[in-house]
């Protein structure tokens, strides 16, 4: 195993704890009347970010290594996945200092995570 690829690997570790750190946040409060958004779903939203464009980045020389066994990046589905992880970023972000977010707000930061998560598999 190359360092790129352990790179590759530690960065995908980490974008996986940004979407379980971001969705469990959402599930944990689904029950509670007054959602607010914690300090974890923030900050797991910008570790989903930043690891997801370091997976991007570091894809390019792997590819350089060995075309066959690391294709490009489809780079609609960055573009997709880079765009709805921004609005939750931003949405989080406005939303942070609320005592209380309503259930649009908090519905979309969820299903917007969901789908997110959808792309990445099935895409």
């Given amino acids: 195993m190359s360092t790129l690829e352990i ?3 530690s960065l995908l570790v980490l974008h996986f704890i940004g979407f379980a750190a971001l969705f469990g946040g959402f599930l944990s409060q689904s029950r509670v009347r007054e959602r607010k958004i914690q300090a974890g779903m923030l900050h797991g939203a910008l570790l989903t970010f930043v690891a997801g464009i370091g997976l991007v980045g570091v894809r390019y020389p792997l590819h350089d290594q060995d075309p066959n066994a690391w294709p490009l990046p489809d780079n609609a589905k960055v573009l997709v996945k880079t765009l709805l992880i921004i609005v939750i970023l931003i949405l989080a972000f406005h939303n942070r200092k609320k ?12 299903l917007l995570t969901l789908a997110n998560i959808v792309i990445a598999v099935f895409w």
Avoid: E, F, K, Q
């Fill in 7 to 9: 790179v590759r690997n």
């Fill in 99 to 110: 005592p209380a977010v309503d259930s649009g707000t908090w519905l979309s930061i969820g």
